[in-house]
Protein backbone atom coordinates (compact mmCIF):
# COMPACT_ATOMS: atom_id res chain seq x y z
CA UNK A 1 0.00 0.00 0.00
CA UNK A 2 1.32 3.45 -1.42
CA UNK A 3 1.35 6.70 0.61
CA UNK A 4 -1.79 8.21 -0.34
CA UNK A 5 -3.92 4.71 -0.10
CA UNK A 6 -2.43 4.77 3.64
CA UNK A 7 -3.86 8.45 4.25
CA UNK A 8 -7.48 7.00 3.12
CA UNK A 9 -7.21 4.86 5.11
CA UNK A 10 -6.05 7.53 7.97
CA UNK A 11 -2.87 6.11 8.52
CA UNK A 12 -0.54 8.42 7.25
CA UNK A 13 -0.37 12.53 8.39
CA UNK A 14 -0.35 14.96 5.52
CA UNK A 15 3.51 15.57 5.56
CA UNK A 16 4.29 11.94 4.31
CA UNK A 17 2.36 12.88 1.25
CA UNK A 18 3.11 16.49 1.10
CA UNK A 19 5.69 18.92 1.42
CA UNK A 20 9.70 18.13 0.70
CA UNK A 21 11.53 19.53 3.61
CA UNK A 22 14.65 18.95 1.33
CA UNK A 23 13.28 21.46 -0.61
CA UNK A 24 13.34 24.32 2.07
CA UNK A 25 16.77 24.52 3.33
CA UNK A 26 15.80 27.55 5.17
CA UNK A 27 14.67 26.55 8.14
CA UNK A 28 17.12 23.77 8.51
CA UNK A 29 19.83 25.44 10.59
CA UNK A 30 17.35 27.10 13.31
CA UNK A 31 17.50 25.71 16.52
CA UNK A 32 14.52 25.89 19.13
CA UNK A 33 13.36 28.88 20.28
CA UNK A 34 11.95 29.33 23.79
CA UNK A 35 11.67 26.60 26.36
CA UNK A 36 11.19 23.30 25.14
CA UNK A 37 12.53 21.31 27.92
CA UNK A 38 10.93 21.13 31.39
CA UNK A 39 11.65 19.95 35.16
CA UNK A 40 8.65 17.68 35.66
CA UNK A 41 8.90 15.97 32.07
CA UNK A 42 6.63 12.96 31.67
CA UNK A 43 7.87 12.67 27.85
CA UNK A 44 11.11 13.64 26.26
CA UNK A 45 11.77 14.17 22.44
CA UNK A 46 15.62 13.88 21.76
CA UNK A 47 17.05 14.46 18.41
CA UNK A 48 13.74 12.72 16.46
CA UNK A 49 14.19 12.48 12.58
CA UNK A 50 11.23 10.72 10.92
CA UNK A 51 11.63 10.00 7.15
CA UNK A 52 8.71 8.52 4.64
CA UNK A 53 11.04 6.73 2.41
CA UNK A 54 14.01 9.66 1.62
CA UNK A 55 12.01 12.07 2.55
CA UNK A 56 12.73 13.44 5.97
CA UNK A 57 9.22 14.92 7.85
CA UNK A 58 10.80 16.06 10.54
CA UNK A 59 14.19 17.38 11.45
CA UNK A 60 16.02 16.85 14.55
CA UNK A 61 12.78 17.64 17.51
CA UNK A 62 13.81 17.26 20.64
CA UNK A 63 10.83 18.48 23.22
CA UNK A 64 9.77 17.70 26.66
CA UNK A 65 5.99 17.14 27.49
CA UNK A 66 5.35 18.24 31.39
CA UNK A 67 3.50 15.67 33.47
CA UNK A 68 -0.17 16.36 33.73
CA UNK A 69 0.36 19.49 31.17
CA UNK A 70 -1.93 19.97 28.38
CA UNK A 71 0.68 21.05 25.43
CA UNK A 72 -0.45 21.91 22.06
CA UNK A 73 1.04 21.57 18.42
CA UNK A 74 0.55 23.67 16.02
CA UNK A 75 1.50 25.32 12.75
CA UNK A 76 1.14 25.18 8.68
CA UNK A 77 -0.93 21.92 7.02
CA UNK A 78 2.51 19.60 6.44
CA UNK A 79 4.69 20.46 8.90
CA UNK A 80 4.87 17.63 10.81
CA UNK A 81 3.65 18.19 13.66
CA UNK A 82 1.16 15.41 13.28
CA UNK A 83 4.05 12.89 12.34
CA UNK A 84 5.75 13.85 15.79
CA UNK A 85 3.07 13.16 17.50
CA UNK A 86 2.64 9.56 16.33
CA UNK A 87 6.39 9.09 17.22
CA UNK A 88 5.28 9.37 20.95
CA UNK A 89 3.53 5.99 20.64
CA UNK A 90 4.96 4.47 17.56
CA UNK A 91 1.96 4.93 15.71
CA UNK A 92 4.39 5.53 13.14
CA UNK A 93 5.15 1.82 13.17
CA UNK A 94 2.83 0.71 11.31
CA UNK A 95 3.79 2.33 8.02
CA UNK A 96 6.12 0.37 5.88
CA UNK A 97 7.88 3.06 4.10
CA UNK A 98 8.42 5.32 8.10
CA UNK A 99 11.74 5.11 9.81
CA UNK A 100 12.07 7.02 12.77
CA UNK A 101 15.55 8.00 14.33
CA UNK A 102 16.59 9.20 17.76
CA UNK A 103 15.12 8.55 21.32
CA UNK A 104 11.80 9.06 22.64
CA UNK A 105 11.59 8.47 26.87
CA UNK A 106 8.47 7.99 28.89
CA UNK A 107 9.06 8.36 32.36
CA UNK A 108 12.99 7.97 31.40
CA UNK A 109 12.48 4.87 29.43
CA UNK A 110 13.48 4.68 25.89
CA UNK A 111 10.40 4.26 24.08
CA UNK A 112 12.54 2.57 21.04
CA UNK A 113 14.44 0.46 22.65
CA UNK A 114 14.79 -2.91 21.05
CA UNK A 115 12.77 -5.14 24.17
CA UNK A 116 9.50 -2.59 23.89
CA UNK A 117 6.24 -3.88 23.56
CA UNK A 118 4.47 -1.57 21.28
CA UNK A 119 0.79 -3.27 22.26
CA UNK A 120 1.82 -2.07 26.27
CA UNK A 121 3.16 1.16 25.00
CA UNK A 122 -0.27 2.14 23.30
CA UNK A 123 -2.24 1.35 26.06
CA UNK A 124 0.43 3.93 28.19
CA UNK A 125 0.03 6.41 26.15
CA UNK A 126 -3.24 6.32 24.16
CA UNK A 127 -4.39 7.72 20.71
CA UNK A 128 -7.30 9.41 19.85
CA UNK A 129 -8.08 10.16 15.91
CA UNK A 130 -8.88 13.34 13.89
CA UNK A 131 -12.02 11.40 12.57
CA UNK A 132 -14.18 9.06 14.95
CA UNK A 133 -13.54 5.96 14.79
CA UNK A 134 -15.51 3.67 16.95
CA UNK A 135 -15.25 -0.33 16.92
CA UNK A 136 -18.54 -1.33 15.18
CA UNK A 137 -19.32 -2.77 18.65
CA UNK A 138 -21.65 -2.08 21.11
CA UNK A 139 -21.19 1.58 23.36
CA UNK A 140 -20.36 -1.08 26.08
CA UNK A 141 -18.06 -3.01 24.16
CA UNK A 142 -16.23 -0.15 22.92
CA UNK A 143 -15.07 0.49 26.23
CA UNK A 144 -14.59 -2.92 27.64
CA UNK A 145 -12.21 -3.74 24.77
CA UNK A 146 -9.56 -2.40 26.18
CA UNK A 147 -9.67 -3.57 29.77
CA UNK A 148 -10.58 -7.25 28.66
CA UNK A 149 -7.60 -8.17 26.29
CA UNK A 150 -4.79 -5.86 28.98
CA UNK A 151 -6.76 -8.13 31.62
CA UNK A 152 -7.48 -5.42 33.52
CA UNK A 153 -11.10 -6.55 35.29
CA UNK A 154 -11.12 -9.81 36.95
CA UNK A 155 -15.12 -9.82 36.88
CA UNK A 156 -18.18 -8.37 35.28
CA UNK A 157 -18.69 -6.24 38.51
CA UNK A 158 -15.13 -4.51 37.43
CA UNK A 159 -15.74 -4.75 33.69
CA UNK A 160 -18.71 -2.71 34.53
CA UNK A 161 -17.08 -0.36 36.89
CA UNK A 162 -14.13 0.52 34.55
CA UNK A 163 -16.75 1.28 31.75
CA UNK A 164 -19.26 3.79 33.86
CA UNK A 165 -16.25 5.28 35.49
CA UNK A 166 -14.61 5.52 31.80
CA UNK A 167 -17.59 7.04 30.28
CA UNK A 168 -18.29 9.48 32.96
CA UNK A 169 -14.68 10.86 32.84
CA UNK A 170 -15.47 11.19 29.01
CA UNK A 171 -18.90 12.90 30.01
CA UNK A 172 -20.98 10.06 28.26
CA UNK A 173 -22.61 8.60 30.53
CA UNK A 174 -25.81 10.29 31.25
CA UNK A 175 -26.22 10.26 27.51
CA UNK A 176 -25.76 6.19 26.64
CA UNK A 177 -26.58 4.57 30.25
CA UNK A 178 -29.59 3.16 29.25
CA UNK A 179 -28.54 2.13 25.67
CA UNK A 180 -25.15 0.62 26.47
CA UNK A 181 -26.01 -2.53 23.83
CA UNK A 182 -26.62 0.07 21.03
CA UNK A 183 -24.06 0.41 18.67
CA UNK A 184 -21.23 3.05 18.89
CA UNK A 185 -21.22 4.17 15.60
CA UNK A 186 -25.01 4.73 15.75
CA UNK A 187 -23.95 7.65 18.45
CA UNK A 188 -23.53 11.33 16.93
CA UNK A 189 -20.03 12.86 15.72
CA UNK A 190 -19.59 14.69 19.05
CA UNK A 191 -20.64 11.62 21.23
CA UNK A 192 -18.63 9.01 18.98
CA UNK A 193 -15.35 11.22 19.56
CA UNK A 194 -16.10 11.06 23.43
CA UNK A 195 -16.63 7.47 23.02
CA UNK A 196 -13.24 7.14 21.60
CA UNK A 197 -11.95 9.11 24.40
CA UNK A 198 -13.82 7.17 26.86
CA UNK A 199 -12.38 3.77 25.05
CA UNK A 200 -8.82 5.07 25.65
CA UNK A 201 -8.80 6.11 28.98
CA UNK A 202 -10.66 2.85 29.56
CA UNK A 203 -6.71 1.01 29.86
CA UNK A 204 -5.87 3.73 32.62
CA UNK A 205 -3.23 5.50 30.02
CA UNK A 206 -0.56 8.09 31.52
CA UNK A 207 -0.76 10.36 28.69
CA UNK A 208 -3.59 10.50 26.20
CA UNK A 209 -2.19 11.91 22.21
CA UNK A 210 -5.14 13.67 20.27
CA UNK A 211 -4.98 14.02 16.57
CA UNK A 212 -7.10 17.22 15.78
CA UNK A 213 -9.87 15.58 17.75
CA UNK A 214 -12.16 18.33 17.38
CA UNK A 215 -11.51 19.21 13.28
CA UNK A 216 -14.86 16.61 12.11
CA UNK A 217 -17.42 18.24 14.59
CA UNK A 218 -19.68 21.21 15.45
CA UNK A 219 -19.22 24.59 17.62
CA UNK A 220 -21.08 22.82 20.48
CA UNK A 221 -19.23 19.24 20.67
CA UNK A 222 -16.19 20.89 20.15
CA UNK A 223 -16.63 22.77 23.29
CA UNK A 224 -17.95 19.22 25.21
CA UNK A 225 -14.30 18.10 24.18
CA UNK A 226 -12.33 20.79 25.17
CA UNK A 227 -14.38 21.24 28.69
CA UNK A 228 -12.86 17.58 28.81
CA UNK A 229 -9.28 17.94 27.95
CA UNK A 230 -9.89 20.86 30.75
CA UNK A 231 -11.23 17.86 33.29
CA UNK A 232 -8.29 15.23 31.93
CA UNK A 233 -5.40 17.06 32.72
CA UNK A 234 -5.90 16.42 36.00
CA UNK A 235 -5.18 13.05 36.27
CA UNK A 236 -3.46 12.91 32.45
CA UNK A 237 -0.43 14.27 30.13
CA UNK A 238 -2.52 15.57 27.34
CA UNK A 239 -0.45 16.08 23.81
CA UNK A 240 -2.92 17.86 21.25
CA UNK A 241 -2.83 18.71 17.53
CA UNK A 242 -5.16 21.16 16.29
CA UNK A 243 -5.15 23.95 13.16
CA UNK A 244 -7.23 25.83 15.29
CA UNK A 245 -4.70 28.42 17.36
CA UNK A 246 -7.88 29.21 19.09
CA UNK A 247 -8.38 26.04 20.50
CA UNK A 248 -4.63 25.68 21.24
CA UNK A 249 -5.04 29.45 23.16
CA UNK A 250 -8.24 27.67 24.97
CA UNK A 251 -6.56 24.10 26.13
CA UNK A 252 -3.25 24.04 26.35
CA UNK A 253 -0.56 25.36 29.16
CA UNK A 254 2.56 25.34 26.34
CA UNK A 255 2.46 25.58 23.14
CA UNK A 256 5.20 24.36 19.95
CA UNK A 257 5.42 25.54 16.88
CA UNK A 258 6.15 23.56 13.83
CA UNK A 259 7.11 24.91 10.25
CA UNK A 260 8.60 22.51 7.53
CA UNK A 261 9.47 19.73 9.84
CA UNK A 262 11.62 21.72 12.74
CA UNK A 263 9.82 23.34 15.90
CA UNK A 264 10.90 26.47 15.78
CA UNK A 265 9.00 27.43 19.10
CA UNK A 266 7.99 26.32 22.48
CA UNK A 267 6.47 28.31 25.13
CA UNK A 268 3.76 29.36 27.58
CA UNK A 269 0.36 29.34 25.31
CA UNK A 270 0.19 32.80 26.53
CA UNK A 271 3.50 34.05 25.81
CA UNK A 272 3.35 32.27 22.55
CA UNK A 273 0.63 33.91 20.88
CA UNK A 274 0.72 37.32 22.26
CA UNK A 275 4.47 38.08 22.39
CA UNK A 276 5.94 35.40 19.88
CA UNK A 277 10.00 35.18 20.16
CA UNK A 278 10.49 34.09 16.19
CA UNK A 279 9.72 35.53 13.11
CA UNK A 280 8.10 32.42 11.55
CA UNK A 281 5.93 31.59 15.07
CA UNK A 282 4.59 35.52 13.92
CA UNK A 283 4.02 35.06 10.72
CA UNK A 284 1.80 32.08 11.30
CA UNK A 285 -0.23 33.95 14.36
CA UNK A 286 -1.08 36.98 12.41
CA UNK A 287 -2.26 34.95 9.47
CA UNK A 288 0.90 35.81 7.40
CA UNK A 289 1.31 32.07 5.92
CA UNK A 290 -0.07 28.78 6.82
Not at 266 to 287: C, R, S, W
Amino acid sequence: MNAPQLMAHGAVPNEAVGLDIHAHSDVSDYETTGKPFVDNAKMSARNVNVFYGEKRAIMDVSLDIGENEVIAMIGPSGCGKSTFLRSLNRMNDIIPICKVKGDVFLDGENIYAGNQDTVLLRARVGMVFQKPNPFPKSIYENVAYGPRIHGLAHSKAELDEIVEKSLRRASLWDEVKDVLDQPGTGLSGGQQQRLCIARAIAVSPEVILMDEPCSALDPIATARIEELIDELKERFTIAIVTHSMQQAARVSQRTAYFHLGKLIEVGDTKQVFTMPAHELTENYITGRFG
